[in-house]
């Protein structure tokens, strides 16, 4: 990234959720270091359950 972009300085922020909306401890720092709207981490979690359930639902059909 510090190429491509021609950056000086480049900080790795993880956001990381589980398979079942989880979310760690730290999520909340890395949600205000990225400047984001406190309660983002609820859209994160439901965007997840909807994904594993579109999942679910393809692999359940193909029987």
Not at 26 to 51: M, T
């Amino acid at each position: 990234m510090k190429r491509m972009w021609n950056l000086d300085d480049v900080t790795v922020v993880p956001i990381v959720l589980s398979t079942t909306g989880l979310i760690p401890k730290d999520l909340h720092r890395s949600i205000e270091i990225l400047g984001l709207q406190p309660n983002i981490f609820k859209l994160l979690q439901k965007a997840v359950i909807l994904i594993i359930i579109r999942i679910m639902r393809r692999f359940l059909s193909q029987e």
